[in-house]
């Protein structure tokens, strides 16, 4: 075989190749095209449609309540916390007293005037009495000493209450335990809460709108 004859074989076996190596870039090059366009599928379930919206704006009471403290002192505990559903009645604040020395120093001298009132009238109704008992005085006479105990006695109980009550908050009033709890005036949700344990409390007056 000559040179000539060597080339024509080795020009024809390269002719080859190029074509086989075309036709397997263009098979694999249509099978990934046929991959890109196959439809992807997904497993279907049951369930529920939910819309949901998103709005801007602020949600306003129908009606709101402001609740003021009657008394002065100092935020001992609260009750409730936002978001609370509270019942007319409820507890909603306990105000421990925080008077002044002056308000307790008064308050002391009123029992102490009291108790002295109250003994004296007590020596003069034992003794009108026993005046009565023997029937040297009047009936009527002896009505009137005894309204006068039974009043410095009802003085003495009050002015023990009130000093009772600037000291712990806590008292006995007419067979009614009065305490410095603020409470619910109404029914619905606590809103907001103004003060926290520890602040001073304004109280409520016909001067100042309070705390």
């Given amino acids: 075989m000559g040179v000539i ?7 024809l076996i390269l002719l080859i190749l190029v074509v086989i190596g075309g036709a397997v870039f263009l098979f694999v090059q249509d099978g990934s095209a046929s991959k890109e366009h196959e439809l992807k599928t997904v497993e279907a379930f049951k369930g529920t449609i939910v819309d949901k919206a998103l709005a801007v704006g602020r949600i306003e009471p129908k009606r709101e309540v402001a609740v003021k403290s009657k008394i002065g002192g100092i935020v001992r ?5 936002v978001g609370d559903q509270v ?5 909603l604040f306990d ?3 925080d ?6 120093a ?16 007590q020596r003069e109704f034992d003794r009108v009495k026993a005046l009565r008992d023997k029937q040297l005085i009047s009936e009527q006479e002896f009505e009137a000493k005894r309204a006068d105990y039974e009043e410095a006695e009802l003085r003495l109980k009050l002015a023990k209450e009130k000093l009772a ?3 712990s908050g806590h008292a006995r009033l007419a067979d009614r335990t009065v305490e410095n709890i603020i409470r619910s005036t109404t029914s619905g ?3 907001s809460i103004d003060v926290e344990e520890g602040d001073p409390v304004v109280p409520l007056t016909s001067f100042q709108a309070g705390t």
């Fill in 5 to 11: 004859g060597m080339w024509k074989t080795i020009s």
């Fill in 189 to 191: 949700m606590v809103l």
């Fill in 87 to 91: 019942a007319v009645g409820d507890p």
């Fill in 165 to 167: 009550l600037i000291e």
């Fill in 106 to 121: 008064e308050a002391s001298r009123q029992v102490e005037l009291a108790q002295v009132t109250f003994d004296n009238q």
């Fill in 77 to 81: 505990k609260i009750y409730v916390e």
């Fill in 95 to 97: 105000i421990a007293p």
């Fill in 99 to 104: 008077p002044t020395p002056l308000e307790y």
